[in-house]
């Protein structure tokens, strides 16, 4: 799933960021750099919404930027991720599947030497239209 959240950066020593998601109760993280900042705060809201949806929490609506109230030097930027790729990640282990095709078509396939997992696989992902 796709989301897209407003991000509150705050400058800190050396710097470094610290990094809270309003909408996302405790939701923080931080970076050496605006950069790092960026990059762990997309990590951090991935990481929370899988986690939210694993618990089949309610995933709360992303605010207006503008409604966002700041403190001094804080600013926002909008942070987006797609919890696909850490389910991907995540949920990689291989799941048995028993299935059944006819005798002769088996007899074939595996005189070919044909890897059933890695065709099955292929096959899910373009019926699903799922790309790597």
């Known amino acids: 799933m796709k989301y897209a959240y407003t991000a ?4 800190e020593d050396k710097g470094a960021y610290s990094v809270h998601f309003p ?5 923080y993280t931080c970076g ?3 950069a790092d900042a960026v990059e762990m705060a997309k990590d951090a809201l991935c990481l ?5 949806e694993q618990s089949k929490k309610t995933i709360p609506a992303a605010s207006n930027p ?4 700041l403190e001094n030097n804080e600013f926002t930027s909008v942070v987006a991720c797609d919890t696909e790729f850490y389910r991907r990640f995540y949920e990689n282990k291989s799941v048995k599947k ?3 095709i006819p005798m002769w078509l ?3 396939a595996e005189r070919s030497q044909v ?18």
């Open 32 to 34: 050496d750099d605006m």
């Open 66 to 69: 503008r409604d966002i109230s």
């Open 98 to 100: 028993t299935l059944s």
């Open 23 to 27: 909408d996302i109760q405790g939701c």
């Open 48 to 52: 929370m919404l899988y986690d939210m």
């Open 115 to 132: 890897n059933f997992s890695g065709l099955l696989q292929e096959a899910l992902k373009t019926h699903l239209h799922i790309q790597d």
């Open 106 to 108: 088996n007899e074939r």
């Open 8 to 11: 509150v950066f705050t400058p």
